[in-house]
């Protein structure tokens, strides 16, 4: 069973930055689809990028957020620039056992294995 650490949250000014990261715990993954969902208060858990053979994003974070990989520390990163206090949200980090297109990375289903997340607070 694969189990996915993500640290990196915290408390943040509106305007700053955070970067996320998830690890797998157990085994490698290299090359499997992995993405970064968040949930809000009261709110469905909602896609924010995800990284297979290309990158996707929701329309929310373009040109604030950046999904990389380092395959050699076996880790995912979520680099959250420009921070606003609706990006407050428990952050959690996905990884698939099998190919993603880029429209399928956005999709909760498609993913095998879920962190226990990790909580963004923006302050205004």
């Known amino acids: 069973q694969v189990q996915l650490v993500e640290s990196g949250g915290g408390l943040v000014q509106a305007g700053g930055s955070l970067r996320l990261s998830c690890a797998p715990s157990?085994?490698?993954?290299?090359?499997?689809?992995m993405g970064w969902f968040r949930q809000a208060p009261g709110k469905e858990r909602e896609f924010v990028a995800g990284i297979g053979s290309s990158t996707a994003y929701a329309d929310s974070v373009k040109g604030r957020f950046t999904i990389s990989r380092d395959d050699a520390k076996n880790t995912v990163y979520l680099q959250m620039n420009s921070l606003k206090p609706e990006d407050t949200a428990v952050y959690y980090c996905a990884a698939a056992r099998f190919l993603l297109g880029p429209q399928a990375l956005s999709t909760p289903n498609h993913y095998d294995y879920w962190g226990q997340g990790t909580q963004v607070t923006v302050s205004s």
């Open positions: 157990g085994r490698t993954l290299s090359n499997v689809p």
